[in-house]
């Protein structure tokens, strides 16, 4: 068989053309990381930012140079303000976050575990859902007063719901079969729960984080637009209402900065929640 | 502690799935289950554990088991079900943690079904770390741990390659033949069921009922070396199943 085989194919080559490698076609679909691209992007970015400001092409009416939204933001530091609207931005966000978090995957739970609250309770979410919650600010405002309590409320309503559904979703896809192994070693329905349906949850519930922290950045923002003090996002309406486009700049970068802190903080807590993975 | 299986009937909406099942599954002997697919041994089997309750008929626990036992009816599950997100470890520990035991106590209950299933190098390991046959030792250390009465085995050999199938079945004839447990065993293996089944219950296709009840009296033991006997036994089941099998082959599924 192998000889015939064997046979076979050197006549085959002596007599048609000659040999030739088999054309790869497994390429294409796999990115690999390139570490070196993103902080040659980020400063390309810059530098031609940096250019058209000095040059006239990009004039400083329409985007301030890179220098000056520097200048604005040691200016911010120096004068001690740049903590106080930091610190009162991130109390707002850990509280509003942290809050709405709680009660979301409290909520998730009992929605995915108990008939009652499924029906009761899904449909409910459902329906307030995809309300933007900065349309509710003015009535926060009522119930919980102009100061932070409605800002917190905004962000922990705009947290809870994703939250809701996201660890519902994740204790419904949680695998029945390891479910009934817990049954069937006459494990308790609280240790079932803790044991086996909230760790086979958690990868689900911590991606949902992502989704609820940005939400809760956007809502920080929109809310501390009304009646507060201070704050990041009452230092970037105060600096375009002055039409202080610098300090404007450097506000969004501050945001931005904060965005990516929480996201790598995440990153830390998925590797270190979630490591049995992989 | 036996268990005992009454008139067993069940069906799913108007599909009778097994009817009229009877037999018993005596102390210290291996019961398997074998049948042609989707002919309810499965279903059978967690009726045996209660995780699910036939239409009608019963199954009854005679005798009570002993005070050392802890979880009388005990699974082994064709896909392990370990949790992957604790060690080889603490998937033998959850099964104690709700009987409030000393935790010295505990750790000896692991060490021995550890040495046991010789997996004490590996306590520390996460399930994606080991091999298929490895998950499967875990999954019967942490069955064993608990000292069953009766092991339920679905189909526990199913998802391995056959030279590992074959290290296993030898360490469950070692393991037989240290301490004699009582099990129920379910295949669709016929080597499986001639190499561990004292009783083989051959079901026939859907709605399941019992085929033929067949006894081999060689011990576990000696099957290895009694190669000829064996295989007569496997032919003399296969004939009682080859049509079957044929026919539910052909058949349309609508679960």
């Known amino acids: 068989m192998t000889e015939s085989l064997s046979t076979r194919g050197t006549s085959a080559r002596s007599s048609s053309t000659a040999a030739k490698p088999v054309p790869f076609r497994g390429g294409g679909f796999r990115t690999s990381p390139i570490p070196w691209i993103s902080p040659v992007v980020f400063i390309g970015l810059i530098a031609f930012w940096h250019w058209g400001s000095t040059s006239g092409f990009i004039p400083a009416l329409v985007l301030p140079s890179p220098g000056e939204s520097l200048q604005a933001f040691i200016n911010l530091f120096e004068s001690g303000l740049l903590w106080l609207h930091v610190s009162a931005s991130l109390q707002r966000l850990l509280i509003g976050w942290t809050a709405g978090t709680i009660l979301g995957i409290s909520v998730g739970l009992f929605v995915a575990l108990s008939s009652i609250g499924r029906a009761a309770i899904a449909p409910l979410v459902a329906a307030i859902m995809p309300v933007p919650k900065i349309a509710l600010l003015p009535l926060f405002i009522i119930w919980f007063g102009i100061g932070e309590g409605s800002k917190v409320a905004t962000i922990l309503f705009g947290v809870f719901f994703p939250t809701v559904i996201s660890t519902f979703g994740a204790v419904d896809n949680v695998d029945r079969t390891l479910i009934r192994m817990g049954q069937s070693f006459g494990l308790s329905w609280s240790s079932i729960v803790r044991k086996i349906i909230f760790p086979g949850a958690l990868p689900a519930i911590l991606s949902g984080f992502r989704i609820s922290a940005s939400i809760a950045i956007i809502l920080l923002v929109a809310a501390e637009m009304i009646g507060a003090q201070y704050g990041i996002g009452a230092y970037v309406l105060l600096a375009g209402s002055l039409m202080a486009t610098d300090q404007l700049i450097a506000g969004v970068a501050i945001l931005s900065a904060l965005g990516l802190t929480v996201s790598y903080l995440i990153g830390r807590a998925e590797r270190y929640f979630l490591g049995w993975r992989t | ?255």
């Not at chain 2, 209660?50 to 088991?65: A, C, F």
């Not at chain 2, 080597?191 to 019992?210: D, F, M, Y």
């Open chain 2, 1 to 255: 502690m036996d268990l005992s299986l009454n008139n067993i009937h069940h069906q799913y909406g108007d599909v009778n799935i097994l009817s009229d099942i009877n037999f018993d599954i005596n102390s210290g002997e291996i019961v398997c289950i074998i049948g042609p697919s989707g002919c309810g041994k499965s279903t059978l089997l967690r009726f045996l554990g209660g995780l699910e309750r036939p239409t009608s008929g019963e199954v009854l626990q005679i005798g009570s088991p002993p005070d050392s036992c802890l979880n009388p009816l005990t699974y082994i599950f064709q896909d392990f079900a370990l949790l992957p997100w604790r060690s080889v470890e603490g998937n033998i520990s959850l099964a104690l943690e709700d009987h409030r035991i000393p935790a010295d106590q505990a750790s000896a209950i692991i060490n021995d079904v550890l040495a046991r299933t010789k997996l004490t190098d590996f306590r520390k390991a996460l399930p994606r770390q080991l091999s298929g046959g490895m998950k499967q030792r875990v999954a019967i250390a942490r069955a064993l741990c608990v000292n069953p009465a009766v092991l339920l085995m679905d189909e526990p050999l199913s998802a391995l390659d056959s030279q590992t199938r074959e290290l296993l079945m030898d360490d469950l004839v070692d393991l037989w033949t240290r301490e004699q447990f009582t099990a129920c065993y379910v295949t669709h293996n016929l080597a499986e069921a001639v190499r561990l089944g004292h009783k083989i219950v051959v079901l026939s296709r859907r709605p399941g009922t019992i085929r033929e009840i067949v006894e081999i009296d060689t011990p576990l033991a000696d099957r290895k070396k009694d190669i000829v006997a064996m295989e007569q036994k496997q032919e003399y089941l296969w004939n009682l199943m080859r049509d079957e099998a044929l026919a539910a082959d052909m058949e349309l599924t609508d679960d």
